[in-house]
Every structure is written in structure tokens, then in C-alpha cells.
């Protein structure tokens, strides 16, 4: 079974990907990030759409 060299190199990066642990949050976890374009409400806006 010959494999070209992209499909080896891809096959090593999948599995040091999978191998690699993900990360423990320590203390408080940052704040969600926010998608591009819509910007948090302010205080104001918060109470007059709460009306």
C-alpha cells in the first residue's frame, strides 16, 4: 500500500490533533466572544427594550 506523502502528513496531523488534550479553564472562564457586527447592548438599551 503506497500512500502519497499529503495523505501520511495528513493522517499524522488528525491524529496529533485527536492525542492532543484540550485545555482546563482555570478560575473564571473569559467572557463569550461576540460575533463580528453585532455589538452588546448597552445599559439603556437593556432597560428600554425590558419596558
Known amino acids: 500500500m503506497n ?3 499529503i495523505a ?3 493522517g499524522l ?3 496529533a490533533a485527536c492525542a492532543t488534550p ?3 479553564a482555570q ?3 473569559p467572557p463569550e466572544p ?3 457586527g453585532i455589538t452588546p447592548l448597552t445599559q439603556e ?3 428600554l ?3
Open 34 to 36: 461576540v460575533p463580528a
Open 22 to 24: 484540550a485545555p482546563i
Open 27 to 29: 478560575g473564571d472562564a
Open 3 to 5: 500512500l502519497p506523502p
Open 13 to 15: 496531523l488528525l491524529l
Open 45 to 47: 438599551q437593556d432597560e
Open 49 to 51: 427594550l425590558a419596558q
Open 8 to 10: 501520511i502528513l495528513a
